[in-house]
């Protein structure tokens, strides 16, 4: 009898082995090529959206990104290092829906068609609910929420004509658990993943893909360029120290692996980390137990109201003295790289 029982285990282990391989290699024939395919990137001048631009490129995509700041656009198209044959920039204000019609326009003038659309832009303010101001929520899901949108709804005709297309929307942990001091920013994030999730249900019949994407903390230079309220300096420390620490974040050029590859794969979701996905796992279990976790850190740790009230400044006019520091090395040097530091 253990004999019997050692020939079917090794069975069901060698039948399990052969059906993950010959699933993999189904994805690897079905994985969807970049390569002269128009890519277009919202808030793609600095951070992450930058990153992701670089590595289309490296896998043969023409790349339009576009972004508010003109500025930033001209630095981000001089690191990307290309010409108009390859890299498009457009300025656009996402949240302004004449103004993403008039940017998909010219990108499908200048490279034809979009092909993979990634919904990056994003805003990040930081602060205590009671310094919250509706215009600060409006503001979030303007960026997050009706901005993909209108980008999604801009690039749906030319996609369902040719029946094929890839969208992606960079959406966060925070669109999944919603973390103290960042309400404007959790409310739209999750707004994004639930419209995100319904797209995907919705145009798989048109072979038009859709990836939600929930990141984690990832070391993109950024914090310097979100807003903070009430006690700034106290807030932005918190902020920018635990989005550098190497075990609680990733780097950005990982997290744009992952991202790409997922966009390739056609993936409903990924989410991006081992402490995001454990907290998504732990907030599923148990979503009670999470926000009571989260009170006590807020109680404990986060800083209160005063300071500057609900004014708000961004992180590169409240440094400390522990921001920068060696605690945010790897942040700062990402800024460096990722057209943040300005």
Not at 118 to 128: D, H, M
Not at 184 to 190: G, W
Not at 273 to 299: E, F, Q, R, Y
Not at 318 to 336: C, H, I, N, Q, Y
Request: aromatic residues 6%; proline residues 5%; hydrophobic residues 40%.
């Amino acid at each position: 009898m253990p004999t019997r029982n050692r020939q079917i285990a090794l069975l069901t282990v060698g039948g399990l082995s052969l059906l993950l391989a010959a699933r993999a290699a189904v994805s690897k024939w079905r994985e969807y090529s970049l390569r002269d395919r128009v890519v277009l990137i919202t808030g793609g001048s600095r951070g992450l959206g930058l990153v992701i631009a670089r590595q289309m490129l490296r896998q043969g995509a023409k790349v339009a990104i576009c972004a508010r700041d003109g500025a930033e656009l001209e630095r981000a198209f001089d690191d990307l290092g290309q010409d108009h044959r390859h890299v498009l920039t457009v300025p656009c204000d996402v949240t302004d829906r004449e103004q993403v019609h008039a940017m998909v326009g010219s990108v499908q003038q200048h490279f034809g068609a979009v092909d993979v659309l990634v919904n990056n832009a994003g805003i990040i303010q930081v602060g205590p609910v009671e310094l919250m101001t509706r215009d600060d929520y409006e503001q979030a899901m303007n960026v997050h929420f009706w901005g993909p949108l209108y980008a999604v709804l801009a690039v749906l005709p030319s996609m369902r004509r040719r029946g094929e297309g890839r969208i992606v929307n960079i959406a966060s942990i925070g669109g999944k658990v919603s973390m103290p001091h960042l309400l404007p920013y959790n409310a739209s994030k999750f707004a994004l993943v639930g419209v995100s999730e319904g797209l995907r249900a919705e145009l798989a019949k048109e072979r038009i893909t859709v990836t939600t994407v929930c990141p984690g903390l990832m070391r993109t230079g950024s914090p310097r360029n979100a807003f903070f309220k009430g006690q700034h300096r106290d807030e932005y420390t918190w902020f920018s120290v635990t989005d550098a620490l190497p075990l609680i974040s990733q780097s950005v050029e990982r997290a744009a692996r992952q991202i790409i590859a997922a966009c390739k794969r056609g993936d409903a979701e990924v989410v991006l980390s081992l402490p995001a996905k454990l907290a998504t796992i732990v907030h599923g279990l148990s979503p009670g137990w999470t926000a009571d976790l989260l009170g006590l850190a807020n109680t404990l740790l986060l800083p209160g109201r005063g300071g500057i009230g609900s004014a708000q400044l961004p992180g590169k006019d409240s440094s400390s003295p522990f921001v920068p520091s060696w605690l945010t090395r790897l942040s700062d040097r990402a800024a460096e790289r990722n057209n943040e530091d300005l």
